[in-house]
């Protein structure tokens, strides 16, 4: 099972599209998750014309996207427990944050944003995953975001690029 994985859109109801690079790796998955910061539900419509979309909403989005999806979710794909929230609060780092929204559950994986910044390591047997953003890369070098695969082996990896268009 192939899954994108993105955070960070801030997209808004006017002139949204999607990055090239990222459109091309929609065509090819079977689900897609979100991590928050939708900032317009449009960005759920666009993304659902690819495959399943599941996700949270973050600290910028609205009462329409809060009614659509929650502030964290736990699914289960493939044998694997994936634990996703947007990370945001106050005190502590993002990926604290994280992983203390689940710490009675007991994910393999744990996918959050909220940072922008990229990040792919495990803590303990927890695989933490912060896509980065396929759209506001604000002071990274690259735009980013991820991929999954759940199959016997778990495989993951950021993909980035320079040009959003």
């Known amino acids: 099972m192939k899954i994108v994985v993105i955070a960070d859109t801030h997209?808004?109801?006017?002139?949204?599209?999607?990055?090239?690079?990222?459109?091309?790796?929609?065509?090819?998955?079977?689900?897609?998750?979100?991590?928050?910061?939708?900032?317009?539900?449009?960005?759920?419509h666009m993304l659902s014309g690819y495959a399943e979309v599941k996700g949270v909403y973050g600290n910028v989005d609205g009462e329409d996207i809060q009614e659509v999806f929650p502030e964290k979710q736990l699914v289960e794909l493939n044998g694997y427990k994936i634990g996703v929230v947007h990370g945001h609060g106050e005190k502590k780092t993002t990926d604290r944050r994280a992983l203390e929204a689940f710490e009675r559950d007991e994910p393999d994986i744990i996918i959050f944003g909220h940072s922008h910044i990229p990040l792919l390591r495990y803590y303990k047997k927890k695989l933490l995953l912060n896509p980065g953003s396929p759209t506001d890369k604000r002071t990274n070098p690259y735009y980013s975001f991820a991929v999954l695969q759940l199959g016997r082996e778990l495989k993951a990896g950021h993909v980035f690029y320079k040009d959003k268009t």
């Not at 002139?15 to 539900?41: F, M, Q, S, V």
């Open 11 to 44: 997209m808004s109801e006017k002139g949204t599209w999607l990055p090239e690079r990222l459109e091309n790796e929609l065509k090819t998955t079977d689900l897609i998750i979100h991590a928050g910061d939708w900032k317009a539900l449009g960005v759920y």
